[in-house]
């Protein structure tokens, strides 16, 4: 089995402390093969929080997580028009990660992240042509066998979140095109501080074939319609199960294990599996 821990949305700056422990807490115990973090690492890419935000990548890491990560909007400058023009990424690259397209393979899992943040935007992402090559070649280099797994802050699929529509990555035929080209199963985003998991086909009609997991926020003090919250996921024997970890004002306690298989052409919840410990 491939476990992987899915954070989002740390927005360090305006973050709790006692969540952040937690949250290193819970990750230690669940012992998982990949962290992965889509987006959002900060409030206002600020010096003080990037390097609150790499401190807490270098707690994981020195207790032996490795981390894949991808940048958010909100990591990219809002009030510094200068720096949010001409170097937008200059600080995640310093602090987080220099590469804004990381990839890792695991037994039996390749995961992928592509940058969705624009300068031009302050809140919605896009992706270009470049990037949807990149998908392709990359994938195209990984076992036919494999799980892959395509990680962006911004959500592929428009999503309803109490009531309000996030929209979904700009040029998204463009990023569906490669999704389907490459054979991805799994997608992994956040941005919408909300988690779910779902089939694409009960989102667009006549699409499917991958399963689209949202995570909420994590460590933020900013919420919506859910308290903070991260997922576990757990891949074997063709199978991707799903834990939602959320917060109960003392620790992260995980929900009943939503599990999934692929079944004529869509991702289906099988008989729920008892919650991961």
């Known amino acids: 089995m491939t476990r992987l821990v899915h954070l989002s949305d740390l927005h360090f700056g305006a973050h709790d402390d006692q969540l952040v422990e937690a949250v290193e807490a819970a990750v230690g115990g669940l012992k998982p093969d990949l962290v992965v973090i889509s987006g959002d690492f900060t409030q206002r890419a600020r010096t003080e929080q990037f390097r609150e935000a790499c401190r807490f990548l270098e707690r994981l890491q020195g207790r032996g997580h490795e981390v894949l990560g991808v940048p958010g909007n909100h990591d990219v400058p809002l009030y510094d028009v200068m720096r949010r023009f001409l170097s937008p990424l200059s600080r995640y690259r310093r602090f987080i990660d220099e590469s804004l397209c990381p990839f890792i393979e695991l037994p039996g899992v390749a995961v992928l992240g592509i940058n969705t943040a624009r300068s031009l935007t302050f809140k919605d992402g896009r992706i270009n042509r470049d990037q949807v090559d ?10 036919a066998d494999a799980v892959r797994i395509l990680v962006t802050h911004h959500p592929l699929f428009a999503l309803t ?27 992994l985003a956040g941005h919408a501080h909300h988690a779910s998991s779902q089939d694409a086909g009960d989102l667009v009609t006549r699409s499917g074939g991958v399963l689209v997991v949202q995570a909420g926020t994590a460590t933020s003090t900013r919420v ?15 199978r991707v199960a799903i834990s939602v970890h959320g917060w109960d004002g003392a620790a992260f306690t995980a ?23």
């Open 161 to 187: 979140v109490g009531g309000e529509v996030e929209r979904a990555v700009g040029r998204q035929g463009l990023a569906l095109g490669a999704v389907e080209d490459s054979g991805v199963d799994v997608l």
């Open 134 to 143: 990149f998908i392709r070649e990359t994938f195209d280099r990984t076992p």
């Open 224 to 238: 919506r319609h859910q308290e903070q919250s991260f997922n576990t996921i757990d891949i074997a024997d063709g």
């Open 255 to 277: 929900a009943e294990a939503r599990p999934y298989e692929y079944q004529d052409g869509r991702w289906r919840v099988l008989e729920a599996e008892e919650p991961a410990h």
